[in-house]
């Protein structure tokens, strides 16, 4: 068995020579790959198979006390590795740290003093990774901040003592700071390695930048006259802005920047900036409310305002904008608001100026002032429109200035006060104040206004126009508390218009009372819209008149008579006036009431001779005419048919219509425009005395002469007359309400029927006329005092 033994030889030198330290760790490798292979020769395999009892796998021939795994006969080609022991640690040079620190603060010193750096950037940052590998980060970060602190706080005590020129001086600190945070920047990107593994492992340890921005607040904290300076300097700079000077606005913002980087700003500049800004603003404020009149004022504390925004966008920072704006607003608006209202509100608001007004608006919005201002207009809409409502010589005008007034108020809302809500209560209220200062004039004057737009003969308006006046004038109806006097004097006009033939449209008449309706109610309009009904209703009354057979057969010839049957609950209640009419007339009057009263039994027909009016045909030397004229200048006219000259007392005889009535009548004729008769003696008034005559030299361009204007005029009488009725007509209305309160509350102290009373009632009244309504009612039996309480009224079914 020698050759066994000469490859096992073989196979130890071979391990030995592969590692000399051991050559027996290792087991033979190659031998055991000779014995995976099959060799007849020796009988190595061979008899390894044989020696085994069973069949192939040999699993039966192992013992029992082995494992039951699977004998794995080593594998051809793999190796088998050994593990050796680590080499020692290197050992750190000694002098490692205090090497590489000379490298670093040479090169900071270089960066600092502006020199060449003698190293290679990337030297010098593996120079700081192998100080920070080696642990020594914490020391090193100390040296620079040590290094850093000693250049900081040399070049800016290098600053004290600086030149006195604030700009120049300020220069020189730009520089500096500029200087320094380039250093920084670059000292950074040296030891960059540092700034992201020691000092973010290490708490509260700033980083390099901040380090660097601490040091330079440090010391610049250390030099007070440095920092004062600084401040002083642009503060002095943005004065001299303010005052139109031209300034280096770049430097202001690169050093407000600086102390914003520093967390100096707010403490060190922004504090002191805005007391300037006060002081300056306070002073200015008051030398330009002095010098200037409102308008120049507004638009300077505008330009003022809008300056100071611009300057917070070109060097200041944003969180000074809100602070700096409300310091400007408060000196030169917030305390001169009752100065700029006092001095030129009145003035602004006379003149119209739409355009300094909204000025005004927007810059009391921004002070929270709109309450002053809501307060000024208030009052000049009450002083103003009492001038208008309270002098009794300009009653022809008021509505039209009113309606001017309203206007020009309008459009100050709109343009200028941006359609502000508040404002418009403001105006409404300031409205119904001043038109009720006298009650019921405006009421009446307003109905009076309608009937002279609605009225024919206002040539050059149209329709579109005409409708605009009445929403106009509807919008100051709106504000009149006694509207019952409005609506006695409107239905007197309309009745007029109605019958006289006198509307200028039906369409229009129509459409007020809509607007009426829809503003108060058809209990308003109820009575208006039911003398339109007798308008119509007269017309098919004529027609079928005309084709009756008392027409037919008993009618006087040259004559055509039109009659309007009104009821007379819808008209306004007339006096009726007696008149001798020529026989003609009378009887049409006869026929027509028969006719009338056959075909409608139990009913009365009354006769208004006052509201009658004709058209004569006259022939004058001259030419023929067609006179309209009323039912009493007719039958006075008629007179003269039969006599050439007649006195007052003879046509008061002849006629029968009373004095006054005839005054009237003959003063149209004769003493106006249009003289058809001639007076004797010549005289504006009609006396006794007097005597007239037909006017044979009577001319006239036109073919149809009005002389009938005097109808449509109204008397003294009638106004009173008008006026009277509205007050009885409040009588009932208060009587009734306070029946009806108490029917309700059966017993009621006197304080809670008044203000009951106030709230049901829709007209104007005065307490003391309360209390004559609920005495007349104690003695009619409708209430009684209660015998514990005088105060106190019980109800009397």
């Known amino acids: 068995m020698s050759l066994p033994t000469k490859r096992s030889s073989s196979t130890t030198t071979t391990s030995s020579s592969s590692s000399s330290s051991s050559p027996l760790t290792s087991p033979p490798m190659k031998k055991a790959k000779s014995q995976s292979q099959p060799d007849s020769k020796n009988g190595l395999f061979h008899h390894h198979h044989n020696s085994s009892d069973n069949d192939d796998d040999g699993r039966r021939a192992q013992p029992d006390n082995l494992s039951r795994k699977k004998a794995q006969p080593p594998q051809p080609g793999k190796k088998q590795f050994v593990i050796k022991p680590f080499k020692a640690k290197p050992a750190v040079p000694k002098n490692l740290e205090e090497e590489t620190w000379e490298i670093l603060k040479s090169a900071i010193c270089a960066i600092f003093e502006k020199k060449p750096v003698s190293c290679v950037l990337e030297e010098l940052y593996q120079a700081v990774y192998n100080l920070c590998v080696h642990k020594m980060g914490g020391s090193l970060y100390q040296r620079i901040e040590k290094e850093c602190e000693r250049h900081i706080a040399a070049a800016l005590q290098s600053l004290v003592g600086q030149s006195p020129d604030l700009v120049v001086f300020l220069s020189l600190v730009e520089r500096c700071w500029q200087d320094l945070c380039a250093q920084i920047l670059m000292i950074r990107d040296i030891a960059l390695y540092l700034d992201r593994t020691y000092v973010k492992q290490t708490p509260n340890v700033r980083s390099l930048w901040d380090m660097g921005l601490q040091l330079f607040r440090k010391h610049l904290s250390l030099s007070p006259e440095v920092e004062h300076k600084i401040v002083t300097g642009l503060l002095r700079m943005i004065e001299k802005e303010r005052l139109g000077e031209a300034v280096a606005r770049t430097l202001i913002n690169h050093l407000t920047k600086m102390f914003i980087a520093l967390g100096m700003y707010w403490e060190s500049f922004e504090k002191p900036f805005l007391e300037c800004s006060s002081e300056f603003y306070g002073t200015e404020g008051v030398k330009y409310m002095q010098q200037s009149d409102v308008p120049e004022y507004l638009k300077h504390v505008e330009k003022r305002l809008h300056e100071e925004h611009e300057r917070c966008l070109l060097y200041l920072d944003a969180s000074t904008r809100k602070p700096l704006v409300a310091t400007a607003e408060k000196q030169l608006l917030e305390l001169h608001i009752p100065g700029i209202l006092d001095k030129g509100f009145t003035m602004l608001m006379d003149g119209n100026r739409i355009e300094d007004l909204q000025r005004m608006y927007t810059l009391f919005l921004r002070v929270n002032a709109l309450e002053a201002l809501k307060q000024a207009l208030s009052s000049y809409i009450r002083k103003t429109g009492q001038k208008m409502i309270m002098d009794e010589e300009k009653d022809k005008d008021m509505v039209s200035s009113l309606l001017e007034f309203k206007a020009s108020l309008d459009t100050i809302w709109e343009e200028s006060f941006s359609k502000n809500e508040a404002f418009c209560i403001t105006i409404k209220d300031a409205f119904e104040h001043l038109i009720n200062l006298r009650q019921n004039r405006p009421a009446e004057l307003i109905a009076k206004f309608l009937d002279e737009k609605l009225r024919a003969g206002n040539k050059g308006t149209s329709e579109e126009e005409l409708e605009g006046t009445l929403d106009k004038v509807l919008v100051l109806f709106r504000f009149i508390q006694g509207k019952d006097v409005f609506e006695a004097f409107y239905k007197k006009d309309l009745a007029k218009r109605l019958l006289l033939g006198k509307s200028a449209s039906i369409d229009a008449e129509k459409s007020m009372i809509s607007k009426l309706k829809t503003e108060c109610g058809s209990q308003f309009t109820n009575k208006l819209e039911g003398m339109f009904k007798d308008i119509e209703l007269s017309k098919e ?197 306070i029946v009806r309160i108490m029917k309700t509350r059966k017993l009621l102290s006197h304080t809670i029927l008044i203000t009951e009373l106030f709230q049901q009632l829709k007209f104007p009244i005065k307490p003391a006329d309360l209390k004559k309504r609920i005495e007349s009612l104690i003695d009619r039996e409708y209430l009684e005092r209660d015998k514990n309480n005088p105060q106190v009224y019980n109800y009397l079914a």
Not at 602 to 625: D, T
Not at 645 to 669: A, G, H, M, N
Request: aromatic share 10%; charged share 25%.
């Open 541 to 737: 009354i004529n027609e079928s008149f005309r084709q009756s057979s008392q027409a037919r057969t008993k009618l006087p010839s040259g004559i055509e008579l039109s009659v309007h049957v009104l009821t007379s609950g819808y008209w306004p209640t007339y006096t009726p006036m007696d008149v001798r009419l020529p026989h003609e007339l009378n009887v049409y009057q006869d026929i027509f009431k028969e006719f009338y009263l056959s075909k409608y039994s139990g009913r009365r027909l009354m006769w208004q001779n006052s509201l009658g009016h004709c058209v004569l045909k006259a022939e004058f030397p001259k030419g023929r005419k067609e006179l309209a004229v009323s039912l009493f200048q007719t039958v006075v006219l008629m007179l003269f048919n039969d006599a050439e000259k007649l006195s007052f007392q003879d046509i008061k005889d002849s006629t029968s219509i009373e004095d006054k009535e005839l005054r009237r009548t003959l003063q149209s004729l004769a003493c106006g425009k249009v003289r058809v008769l001639q007076k004797l003696p010549k005289g504006r008034d009609v006396e006794d005395n007097d005597s007239f005559t037909f006017n044979d030299t009577f001319t006239a361009p036109l073919y149809r002469i009005k002389v009938n204007a005097i109808q449509m005029k109204e008397t003294v009488e009638e106004n009173t007359s008008t006026t009277e009725r509205v007050f009885q007509d409040r009588q009932y209305q208060i009587d009734a309400a």
